[in-house]
């Protein structure tokens, strides 16, 4: 029992990185490019492709940038990777896993397509939040797990 303890942080990258690439499959399936889906009054699955990083910064369509991302963002995974294994603390290991889970997710849509596939549009009435995807969303969770140590609310 303790093993599987132990290993459940791996379990939780795996399940991520698994929801993240099935949601991103049935969209580029069921979606065309730009097509916009009404799920609820504040959600619409809108399918786009962000050749960038966050909110499309550095996004052109370029080898070299392509190559640059992709590097980055690897160098970026293995420190994480690094830093997970030797660490003790709980909700940093929790929070590394969410962030290592969505650097993944998105390092595979850069590689294989050459695009990160973003859907989940999250607006209220004409003003849209910008368009992320479940790997997004996960470093955002891992980021407020370990800032949320050092605010007290």
């Given at each position: 029992?303790?093993?599987?303890?132990?290993?459940?942080?791996?379990?939780?990258i795996i399940l991520i990185i698994t929801l993240d690439v099935f949601s991103k499959y049935w969209i580029l399936n069921y979606l065309y490019l730009y097509e916009n889906k009404k799920i609820l009054s504040i959600l619409n699955l809108f399918h786009v492709h962000n050749y960038g990083i966050a909110f499309s910064i550095l996004s052109n369509k370029t080898l070299w940038?392509?190559?640059?991302?992709?590097?980055?963002?690897?160098?970026?995974?293995?420190?994480?990777?690094?830093?997970?294994?030797?660490?003790?603390?709980?909700?940093k290991k929790l929070s590394y896993c969410f962030i290592i889970s969505g650097a993944i997710g998105n390092l595979i849509d850069r590689l294989y397509y050459?695009?990160?596939?973003?859907?989940?549009?999250?607006?209220?009435?004409?003003?849209?939040?910008?368009?992320?995807?479940?790997?997004d969303f996960s470093i955002f969770i891992g980021i407020i797990i370990y800032i949320k140590r050092y605010i007290k609310f």
């Open positions: 029992m303790k093993k599987i303890y132990k290993n459940y942080y791996y379990i939780i940038n392509r190559f640059f991302l992709s590097l980055i963002n690897i160098i970026i995974i293995l420190l994480i990777f690094k830093e997970l294994i030797n660490l003790k603390i709980k909700y050459g695009f990160v596939i973003d859907f989940i549009d999250i607006h209220i009435k004409n003003w849209h939040f910008p368009t992320f995807n479940i790997s």
